[in-house]
């Protein structure tokens, strides 16, 4: 867990985990598929950016709110973490430059929304992923 908490500090400059974060965390990492339950403003997003930023690999990310991919995209670009986000209104160009990033190991996290997983294209892409990597993928 000690590793979880380094890289809290490091990127988020916190100490310690809130309630429940630190169990979702520990489950994640024992490489369980996992649930975490928690209200508005409880921390849900660091329960899977701090365990992406400890492993390898990139983090899709799914949410159906372009808000919220935008906002959570920019607060992780301030920290230098890599992320990027694929929303309606993009470009067919802008979406494969960051696909094609994604699938290069540009990206620490990717956003995108639930419809977007079924397409043809974005399987393709994440298909191309090396297998060498782990594939997180985090619901908000």
Known sequence: MQKYLTTLKQYWGYDQFRALQGDIIQSIASGRDTLGLMPTGGGKSLTFQVPTMAMEGLCVVVTPLIALMKDQVDNLKKRGISAAAIFSGMSSKDIMLT???????????????????????????????????DMNVGSI
């Open 99 to 133: 696909l094609d990033n994604s699938v290069h190991g540009a990206y620490k996290f990717l956003y995108v929304s639930p419809e977007r997983l079924a397409t043809p294209l974005f399987m393709q892409k994440i298909e191309q992923t090396p297998r060498g990597q």
